[in-house]
């Protein structure tokens, strides 16, 4: 094993809001977690409720929950207005028509109006489809058709992406911009909230009912629809609490988009589930702009990427000290594997340890964490949230002895639990094959204090910058150009992003290699598909290492590559 196992740095908070590790799990009950919420009396449920209105109820309607800024707009939001604006846009969905189980998707940059969406949205019994910004014309349908979504807010600028002569459920798209043009089908986002009550009714569902349905990818087919319940906020409060560690008057930023489940589960629930301030900013990263944004609003709480870490170590020592980050107390990552260096890094650097936190979209929220409580091991996920339970098993079940690496898999079930692939129900259950067991797709292994290391994906799932991304799905867009015959791509190990995406292509009669062919192939996957989607290399074969069935190896990509063993070929062509 890689990693140093013997390192420890000690417990950094005794007195954070779960104390003893050992004794939390032992004593966890969710039925505890229940009774934090009104409707384990009142039977209504709806997470826009608890999220935001409940705050209002309870006399803290004044506190701030959104601060928002990027480069053209600094806005504040208080419970109030947000309880108001979402009741607004819940009356603009309902006059046209829209109701419980509808999915309504979002397709915007980060904005306040993102956030009033998707509450409003939730507000009705809709569930919410979040789409990165970032994705393009084939991405978006793709989502918008899978899902059957019936309406979109988005907003001018991006419009030109949705098709809607191929979309024909999709009825209603709210838009939000300037001078909008009266057209069938088209809403003016503006021009209806300013017409709409603040008063509205909430929906109130059962927990058992829709969230939010995230596409993801995998290593086959097209992207999944990852779908939630309202049921998921007991996962979403009890890890708001103990591992985010939120308390009373905390400001909490996380730097996720609201396109990746970090960015709604908790850049959204989780924190308004506490009444936290919820940072968000919207525009690039930049390392002086994030540490503006975090002197300016006085973060307290603080969860982002390895990849965002390693960029800010690029960017040195000397530019962490012309900004004045005291207020930070507790720092979190996710999204792929956090170097020890990089943990090593930011407790010299910023006096704090960076805690690292395992979990999916399929997951819903956290479940191998480490806490402010408990002693960190650079490089290990953590341990299990009290009330999951994770292993390590062989393909068979077996739950396999500390230090053997095999599948990390988790008890079923637990509240945030993924209940549906949308449309796919083979897919949905090639998770759950073992009986008992939900099957991540990664590889890990437990040390004897019951630490877990990851150690890979079993399936060839690309993480670049901490975003995932099917090979699949690549591959498809690229035989869409002209000069392509054929294309297989890997994830290729990036001191920065993690993997980047390469490409493996052999080109059709009559295409010569060049740069210029490799960039403008390239630029054709970023404004086809999206960007962070775009292979950043690629590379021309004459031919690709198939099977007898016809499917490109990327195993053996993958070997070309890293220069390893190829394994077993006994299934290639020729
Ligand atoms: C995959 C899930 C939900 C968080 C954002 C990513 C990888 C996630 C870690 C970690 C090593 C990690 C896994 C996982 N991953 N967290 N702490 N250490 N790898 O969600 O896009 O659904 O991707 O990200 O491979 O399976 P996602």
Partial sequence: MSQMQGEIISAGAPSSNLGNYEEAYANFNWEDVEKQFSWYETGKVNMAYEAIDRHVDEGRGDRIALRFNDPTREETYTFKDLKEKSNQFANVLRSQGISKGDRVFVFMPRSPELYVSILGILKVGAVVGPLFEAFMETAVKDRLEDSGAVALVTTTTLLPRVKRDELPLLHHIFLVGKDIEPEAGIIDY???????????????????????????????????????????MLQHYYTGKVVLDLKEGDVYWCTADPGWVTGTSYGIFAPWLHGATNVVRGGRFSPGDWYDTIQKNKVTVW???????????????????????????????????????????????YGHRIHDTWWMTETGGQLICNYPSMPIKPGSMGKPVPGIQAAIIDDNGKELP??????????????????????????????????????????????????????????????SSGERIGPFEVESKLVEHPAVAEAGVIGKPDPTRGEIIKAFISLREGFEPSEELKAEISRFVKEGLSAHAAPREIEFKDKLPKTRSGKIMRRVLKAWELNLPAGDLSTIED
């Fill in 402 to 463: 500390p230090n053997r690496m095999g599948n990390l898999a988790v008890r079923t079930p637990w509240p945030s639990m993924m209940r549906l692939i949308w449309n796919n129900a083979p897919k949905y259950e090639e998770y759950f094959r073992i009986p008992g067991w939900y099957i991540s797709g990664d590889t890990a292994y437990m040390d004897e204090d019951g630490y877990f290391w990851f150690q890979g994906r079993i399936d060839d799932v690309i993480n």
């Fill in 303 to 349: 969860y982002s990427a390895p990849t965002a870490f390693r960029m800010f170590m690029g960017a040195g020592e000397d530019i962490v000290k012309q900004y004045d980050l005291s207020t930070l107390r507790h720092i979190l990552s996710v999204g792929e594997p956090l170097n020890p260096e990089v943990v090593r890094w930011g407790y010299k650097v």
């Fill in 190 to 232: 503006f021009k209806e909230m300013e017409h709409a009550s603040s008063d509205a009714e909430i929906e109130w569902v059962n927990r058992e009912d829709g969230l939010i349905l995230h596409y993801t990818s995998g290593s086959t087919g097209k992207p999944k629809g990852v779908y939630h319940v309202h049921n998921a």
